[in-house]
């Protein structure tokens, strides 16, 4: 298997527009999660889905933060509007199942974030 | 408030030393504590847990020690190895939330 599959992986854009961030989880896998990372915060989980159906977005800083689950293998973060303080490096990460602590996420290589 | 806590952004080390990272947590409802390696322009990848029931775990050169009564666990890594340079992430988890809270992480700089 791939392993877990962001694109892009280097994003630049300006502030204002409208930036989507994309993950294909590893096959058989039902657990989805993004998470960013920031020096000052480390790795904050943003949302987590379990079979599709996104069960926190508690950690999703603002309404201009949304993520989709349109299909069991693949995921979508959108930021619109994006802002320069949503630079970032993002991370998706994917397990069989979330509600087990011995299942262990396997993170993609991430999407580093500059909005200018 | 950062409910995982990694107190030293970064750490050097002699090669063939012992390496000894920290983590304090606040939360006592935590069941699972995990380590996270990190290699540049890579996601990181699970190293090593410990569940709450335990002080102790070992797998190799790397051995995780929990002291819940100080809210508090370490990496060892013995030997030290220059492939173990990275940033490690301590995380932590409970059968309430089901998801992982994470530290800031520790950059390991291992000098040859």
């Known amino acids: 298997d791939a392993g877990v599959i962001q694109s892009p992986r280097h994003e630049v854009t300006e502030m204002g527009q409208e930036v989507t961030l994309r993950c294909k989880l590893i096959?058989?896998?039902?657990?989805l999660f993004w998470y960013r990372q920031t020096m000052m915060r480390g790795l904050e989980l943003l949302i987590y889905?379990?079979?599709?159906?996104?069960?926190?977005d508690s950690g999703m800083p603002e309404d201009r933060f949304s993520a989709k689950m349109p299909n069991a293998s693949f995921s979508t973060l959108k930021i619109q509007p994006s802002e320069p303080r949503d630079s970032a490096v993002y991370f998706c990460?994917?397990?069989?199942?979330?509600?087990?602590?011995?299942?262990?996420?396997?993170f993609g290589p991430g999407t580093r974030l500059t909005v200018l | 408030d950062q409910q995982v806590k990694q107190n030293s952004p970064s750490l050097s080390v002699q090669e063939g030393r012992i390496s000894i990272l920290n983590c304090d947590y606040t939360?006592?409802?935590?069941?699972?504590f995990l380590w996270y390696k990190k290699y540049p322009a890579e996601g990181p990848t699970f190293l090593i847990s410990?569940?709450?029931?335990?002080d102790k775990n070992e797998d190799g050169r790397f051995t995780v020690f929990l002291n819940k009564s100080a809210k508090h666990l370490s990496l060892h890594i013995v030997p030290s190895q220059p492939g173990d340079s990275a940033v490690y992430f301590c995380?932590?988890?409970?059968?309430?939330?089901?998801?992982?809270?994470f530290g800031t992480g520790t950059r390991l700089t291992i000098i040859p």
């Open positions: 096959s058989g896998h039902n657990s």
């Open positions: 410990i569940s709450s029931i335990k």
């Open positions: 990460a994917s397990s069989f199942r979330a509600g087990a602590s011995t299942d262990t996420q396997y």
């Open positions: 939360n006592s409802m935590f069941d699972y």
């Open positions: 995380a932590a988890w409970n059968f309430g939330n089901e998801k992982l809270t």
């Open positions: 889905f379990n079979n599709n159906v996104p069960i926190d």
